[in-house]
């Protein structure tokens, strides 16, 4: 857990008009700056950052926040990684509660150790990308597999020379443990016992793996020649490690964000072929199946997550997988995709023969994660026979048991049971019970105190670290120009932000006691199906937010044998304010991640600004139909001038208390 003294600290030592102006252009206008927002797409800027208050506010989507919310609305980064970079930023260091004095003396070595191999990681990539201009091998290769320059520099690609030893000209002391330690040197004996070393990669092409922040943590590397093996990634090291890393995370994140998917491949080919071929929101897992480390990643970056297969029995085998790793983290508002290529071929190979737009008609084509769940389970069964359907049942309840309580699973349970020709409770979709023990993310919705999954996250806190060529806002200062190129065409369609209303929802829904306090001018902006969830929850004071969620659960479950049709959630118009509930009280990674750490001011400042954002949305609608009203041709009367004027002070100051 950090520490909230020290998140006070941190945002005012940060500069969030440096911070955002790394990555929007702002410009002055009056005490503010503003621009386009970087969270929708916008002609003209609707973007504010306030300097002396050290926030963001969008007035056209409602997106705001402090500096940290921005990293981890715009980079994807959890509530921890935010406050690293941040820490990275403004020269502090991450304190950690309780830790002991070994424990700190532990981690600050550790730190060290990682900006020392970082360092060599990024000499020898810079080493590698240079030598590439001088090979025609691993030119011509890339000419042949149609990869342009352009693409080739986007990706970093590099070539190792061959030789024992070529990164001897790029290490001083070519004997340092670091070396062996970042994967990049061999250390081994030969026959007589001598000590001898030498290059891991030698006549490769070589595709260096970026962090989530830009940093060269490995290697994969292609022979070029006829050793073995074809394909070879760096160790396991303390950069990296293959079931927490993807490749092209970094490359690809303002496509991902455009496409609002993500594909994931399995060779780093198939991501830069992709790229040569304008989709560049692919990203590959490193010779490993799917963990639920990936998934994490995966569902931060796009809502809709698509898994591409070889069409082979291999590629059988590692969906079937996939697909269990993806239910605990299957909501109506994150998406699985299950992607079979012809027989083969790899996305490399198809994309080349068949074109972009072919595989793109092909996976709009591919079955949703609730058909192939279906596919898998009857695989093999006879269904026009008993014994067929209680096997085909018994392997729809096991897979349905790992997905968490949300409307996707009753709507699932519900169609697999009528296909089946069994109740749902055969399924282990109980009605007034849909949730799934096992799965710690299954439970998310139904902890009520959030802090207790802090220890969770504890996991993905990774060491402050602070890489000698200093990577400022997240990308790679040594490629020239990328930074440029990368600010003007950044126009990213992203994962929606929740609307000013939901927010508020969300958060209501979780912390039950502010229905009390919502202001009356704020209730009436709500829609009706929201006013009556607050009615709801009023209705039942002093309760936490686990017992109403098992108050909406028990509820829709009666609802179960009227409400819920076959015909999918769009054919539910009249919400009930326990099916709302649920729905409110669903995952929210960015909500939760705060409320995890105990950041009950962040948590307040979203409360406040939805809150406001809304009367000012409402004032401004009143004022433009006033307005209207007034221009079309009636004689204008005093009073009704005078009405304008007043609302028109009240959104001033209303947009003044907002900002500053
Ligand atoms: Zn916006």
């Known amino acids: 857990m950090i520490p909230q003294a020290f998140i006070d600290t941190l945002l005012q030592r940060v500069d969030i008009v440096e911070l955002v102006g790394s990555y929007v252009q702002l410009k002055k206008a009056g005490i503010n700056y503003s621009g386009l927002c970087p969270f929708h797409t916008e002609k003209s800027p609707s973007f504010t950052v306030s300097a002396s208050k050290q926030f963001y506010h969008c007035f056209g989507c409602g997106a705001h926040g402090t500096a940290v919310g921005f990293l981890m609305e715009h980079l994807g980064l959890s509530f921890p990684q935010a406050v690293e970079d941040l820490a990275r930023r403004a020269g502090l260091e991450v304190p950690q509660e309780q830790a002991s004095e070994s424990d700190k003396a532990a981690s600050a070595a550790q730190r060290d150790q990682r900006v020392r191999l970082m360092d060599c990681t990024l000499q020898a990539a810079k080493f590698y990308q240079r030598r590439l201009k001088e090979s025609p091998q691993a030119i ?67 595709f260096p793996i970026l962090s989530a922040r830009g940093e060269v943590i490995g290697f994969g590397a292609r022979t070029l020649g006829s050793d073995e093996p074809k394909y070879l990634n760096s160790p396991e090291t303390p950069l990296f490690s293959k079931g927490q890393n993807l490749y092209g995370v970094f490359e690809g994140r303002t496509s991902i964000r455009e496409a609002g998917q993500v594909w994931v491949v399995e060779g780093y080919m198939d991501v830069v072929a ?96 609730s058909s192939f769940l279906w596919t898998q389970s009857v695989a093999d069964q006879d269904l026009a026979t008993p014994e067929g359907r209680a096997a085909a049942s018994v392997e729809v309840r096991r897979l349905l048991g790992l997905m968490p309580a949300t409307e996707l699973k009753l709507q699932i349970a519900q169609s697999c049971a009528k296909r089946l020709e069994c109740d749902l409770a055969s399924l282990g979709v109980s009605a007034s019970v849909t949730r799934s023990p096992g799965s710690a993310h299954s439970e998310r919705p139904n902890r009520g105190d959030f802090a207790n999954r802090s220890s969770a996250h504890r ?202």
């Open 274 to 369: 992709l790229a040569q071929h304008g989709l560049g929101h692919a990203v590959a897992t490193l010779g490993t199946a799917t963990t639920e480390q990936h998934l994490r990643m995966l569902i931060r970056m796009a809502d809709q997550v698509v898994f591409m297969f070889d069409g082979d029995a291999a590629g059988q085998r590692a969906a079937a997988k996939a697909l269990e790793i993806s239910l605990p983290f299957a909501t109506p508002k994150t998406t699985f995709k299950f992607v079979f290529l012809p027989n083969q071929h790899d996305p490399d190979s198809f994309v080349r023969e068949s074109g972009a737009q072919a595989l793109l008609d092909h996976v709009a084509a591919a079955p949703p994660l």
């Open 459 to 660: 996991s993905d806190h990774r060491p402050n670290n602070r890489p000698a060529d200093r990577l400022t806002d997240g990308r790679p200062a040594w490629v020239p120009g990328y930074g440029q190129r990368e600010r003007m065409e950044r126009r990213p369609v992203r994962r929606p932000i929740p609307s000013l209303s939901d927010r508020l929802m969300q958060i209501l829904v979780r912390q039950p006691q502010r229905a009390g306090s919502l202001q009356p001018e704020v209730l009436a902006t709500l829609t009706p199906a929201q006013q009556a969830l607050v009615q709801w929850v009023r209705g039942q004071p002093g309760r936490s937010f686990a017992s109403l969620h098992e108050a909406a659960l028990a509820a829709a479950g009666t609802q179960d044998s009227s409400g819920w049709g076959a015909d999918g959630p769009d054919q539910q118009l009249d919400v009930s304010p326990a099916a709302l509930f649920q729905r409110y009280a669903q995952p929210e990674i960015t909500l939760d991640d705060l409320m995890a750490q105990d950041q009950s001011d962040l948590v307040q400042t979203e409360w406040d600004r939805a809150a406001s954002g809304l009367l000012l949305r409402d004032l401004q609608a009143r004022a433009t139909s006033l307005a209207k009203s007034l221009g079309a041709g009636q004689v204008a009367s005093p009073e009704r001038l005078s009405e304008l004027r007043d609302l028109q002070a009240k959104i001033a100051e209303l947009k003044q208390s907002l900002m500053q």
């Open 140 to 206: 011509d290769y890339l000419k042949r597999r149609g990869v342009t320059g352009e693409i080739a520099k986007r990706y970093h690609l590099g070539y190792s020379p061959e030789g024992w030893q070529p990164l001897q000209s790029v290490f001083a002391d070519y004997e340092q443990a670091d070396l062996v330690d970042a994967g990049l040197v061999i250390a081994s004996h030969d026959e007589s016992g001598k000590s001898k070393r030498y290059d891991r990669f030698r006549n490769r092409l070589m």
